[in-house]
């Protein structure tokens, strides 16, 4: 099955790269997972869902304002990262599942969409 996965792959043109990001990697997980379902919906495939670094930020704070100096406490944030690319097979406009996703973002997480798309066309409703 991969093989003849991998032929129409081939065949098929790249058309967006959409990174999830979430403070939760089950609710990355989960959305990414979404959008791997919503895409055949669309006439779209996708490859895989690529587990990128973790972004973790770290944070140190004094637990008291005044005195006790050497008392400190530690906080963590980290955000995880998800990579879903999404192939066209035929030449009209994937336009349906990225209007999908900009009107009804996922609840909890970013969605960051990078085009690449030779031909401009427009994505109404389109948020930044």
């Known amino acids: 099955m991969s ?18 990001h ?3 990697k089950h609710r990355a997980d989960e959305v990414a997972d ?11 495939l996708t490859k895989g869902i ?3 670094p973790t972004h973790i930020r770290r944070y140190t704070v004094n637990r008291s304002v005044f005195v006790n100096k050497k008392s400190q406490e530690s ?15 035929s030449e009209s406009e994937p336009t349906g599942l990225l209007h999908a996703l900009m009107e009804r973002p996922p609840l909890g997480t970013y969605l960051s969409i990078d085009m690449h798309w030779e031909e401009p066309f427009e994505l109404a409703h389109a948020r930044r």
Request: net charge positive.
């Open 3 to 20: 093989g003849v996965l991998g032929a129409v792959l081939r065949r098929a043109k790249r058309v967006a790269s959409i990174r999830v």
């Open 22 to 24: 979430a403070i939760h």
């Open 34 to 44: 979404a959008i791997r379902e919503e895409a055949p919906k669309y006439g779209l």
């Open 50 to 52: 690529i587990r990128l």
């Open 75 to 89: 906080f963590e944030m980290r955000r995880h990262k998800r990579l879903i690319e999404v192939f066209a097979l």
